[in-house]
């Protein structure tokens, strides 16, 4: 019972290792393999809790005013979580000023504790010491904030902002050109069997505007040379799945077991998927082509 309540509070932090987790044992299909794997995880949860309950307190650390300086830490943490979430829907220019923002911001708070931790210290080498890498790291941080914002506000002017941009949504356009969309399990079986009557190949891209990793795909892997040599006998066809809702992403996601993003199909000459050769996960340009050439 206590191993059940546990789980529950504990539940929003073990999601995301789960999830991975499961979608590995999935794509395997190897029963012993995720069995270990899960056993695996839950002794990684148990056993430091059973470690430090009975160490008596002794491997904790101590409690004390740094803890105040650890809180605010996590603090700072918590505000870089939306920013980090507001990327996907804010502009480019806009997300910058905030990273920015958030870095300078933190490193003047670091700088004024770790001046306050100073005056109440000791004099002694170590603590010198601790001074001083506690500074170099805060140096570092003001300059990497105060080099984006000359970055945002002196190096890069509105008008070149502007051709940059348009630049970047060409090329995009010019790579999505290369991609079929089609929005229905019926229009996709349709593709494929009129790909493989042409003699080609499918690889489908199932992905998300607000999956990071699919535009990762989008900006990293896709247009490269290698990539796109490895699919020359290839329709590329995609489909958008941000709305994961709709009956028809529904029934597309459990006809082919779907259970993340981004996910990338391949199909043979026979229209048959290769589920073993299923690519879940961002995957970089080097390592995707050489697991297409493996597949055709």
């Not at 996601?253 to 961002?282: A, K």
Request: some cysteine; charged content about 15%; proline content about 3%.
């Amino acid at each position: 019972m206590m191993g059940v309540i546990s789980g529950l509070v504990a539940s929003p932090c073990t999601t995301a290792p789960l999830t991975g987790a499961l979608l590995y044992i999935s794509q395997t299909g190897d029963v012993v393999l995720g069995a270990s794997a899960l056993y695996a995880l839950s002794l990684g949860m148990g056993l430091p809790l059973l470690i430090l309950g009975s160490s008596g307190g002794k491997l904790l650390p101590k409690a004390g005013a740094w803890m105040n300086i650890i809180k605010n830490i996590f603090g700072l943490l918590l505000l870089a979580v939306p920013i980090f979430l507001l990327e996907r829907f804010i502009p480019e220019l806009a997300s910058k000023a905030l990273w920015a923002l958030l870095l300078l911001g933190s490193a003047s708070y670091l700088y004024v504790a770790n001046q306050d931790t100073a005056k109440n210290a000791t004099a002694s080498k170590m603590k010198s010491f601790g001074f001083g890498l506690r500074s170099l790291l805060i140096f570092l941080m003001m300059f990497f904030g105060a080099n984006m914002v000359y970055q945002l506000l002196i190096a890069n002017n509105i008008i070149t902002d502007s051709k940059q941009n348009n630049i970047q949504q060409i090329s995009v356009t010019e790579t999505n050109q290369h991609f079929k969309r089609v929005t229905t399990l019926k229009e996709l079986q349709s593709a494929i069997v009129q790909a493989n009557s042409q003699g080609k190949t499918v690889m489908l891209d199932l992905y998300a505007d607000w999956c990071v990793a699919c535009k990762e795909f989008e900006q990293y892997t896709f247009p490269d040379k290698k990539v796109q040599e490895a699919l020359a006998n290839a329709i590329l066809l995609q489909i958008d799945l941000t709305d994961t809702g709709t009956k028809q992403n529904v029934e597309l996601m459990d006809y082919y077991s779907v259970f993340g993003l981004p996910s990338i199909l391949f199909f043979d000459l026979q229209g048959n998927e290769l589920s073993q050769q299923r690519v879940t996960g961002f995957m970089g340009a080097e390592k995707f082509s050489a697991h297409i050439n493996s597949i055709f």
